[in-house]
């Protein structure tokens, strides 16, 4: 059974950081492409991240690239999201969601994390 | 990027009635290779993450009620909830996998009426 629990969600100021991680249960990364996907307060769903199963490719969001990083400890199987120069609008439930093996990086979520509240704010 | 818009925005069905959304992605999501449709249904209910309801266009996620099918060509879909229950108030949205950026539909809320 895959689980996945987020953490480091918080309130922060504009321009700050904040890094979050998805610590995952059930899979590794070789055979688990675990995403990124937001939420914003009454709003709907909105991918933004991921990295290929071998590591060596990872995809962003336009609304998130060059300021967010996906990266990965394989020996503790935690994924993380590097948030630099955040805004407003980026204040969201992040989830981490694992996608079903195939292709470069998964095809359909089956999983998904309970999500940590990420709050940008003055 | 493929963009996914469904509709209606919001629906409001009697228990026991059937239901119907509809997605459309703005270029194919169908991959010739393997004829398969790279589109997903998820359920959202409140405070919840979302739920795998429908993949590769029509096939049912093991447990998902067989009151929910799914339908569809390389760009027109449509999520199908035959006799609505209570449980199944919630927001549903398509999403395509056939390409990154992974895109989702802005989501349709349906309701008791």
């Known amino acids: 059974q895959v689980q996945l629990v987020e953490s480091g969600g918080g309130v922060v100021q504009p321009g700050r950081s904040l890094r979050l991680s998805c610590a995952a249960s059930?899979?590794?990364?070789?055979?688990?492409?675990i995403h990124w996907v937001r939420q914003a307060p009454g709003k709907g769903l909105d991918w933004v991240a991921v990295?290929?199963?071998?590591?060596?490719?990872?995809f962003y969001a336009d609304s998130v690239k060059g300021r967010f990083t996906i990266s990965r400890d394989t020996s503790k199987n935690i994924l993380y999201l590097q948030m630099n120069s955040l805004r407003p609008e980026d204040t969201a439930v992040y989830y981490c969601?694992?996608?079903?093996?195939?292709?470069?990086?998964?095809?359909?979520?089956?999983?998904w994390g309970q999500g940590t509240l990420v709050t940008v704010s003055s | 990027d493929i963009v996914m818009t469904q509709s209606p925005d919001s629906l409001s069905v009697s228990l026991g009635e059937g239901a119907t959304i509809n997605c459309k992605s703005s270029?194919?999501?169908?991959?010739?290779?393997?004829?398969?449709?790279?589109l997903a249904w998820y359920q959202q209910k409140p405070g919840q993450p979302p739920k795998l309801l429908i993949y590769?266009?029509?096939t049912r996620e093991s447990g998902v009620p067989d009151r929910f099918s799914g339908s569809g060509s390389g760009t027109d879909f449509t999520l199908t909830i035959s006799s609505l229950q209570a449980e199944d108030v919630a927001v549903y949205y398509c999403?395509?996998?056939?390409?990154?950026?992974?895109?989702f539909g802005q989501g349709t809320k349906v309701e008791i009426k």
């Open positions: 969601a694992r996608a079903v093996k195939g292709e470069t990086v998964g095809r359909q979520f089956d999983y």
């Open positions: 059930g899979c590794t990364f070789s055979d688990c492409a």
């Open positions: 990295m290929s199963y071998d590591g060596d490719h990872t």
């Open positions: 270029q194919s999501v169908l991959y010739g290779s393997n004829n398969k449709k790279y």
């Open positions: 590769w266009a029509s």
């Open positions: 999403h395509q996998y056939y390409s990154t950026p992974w895109t």
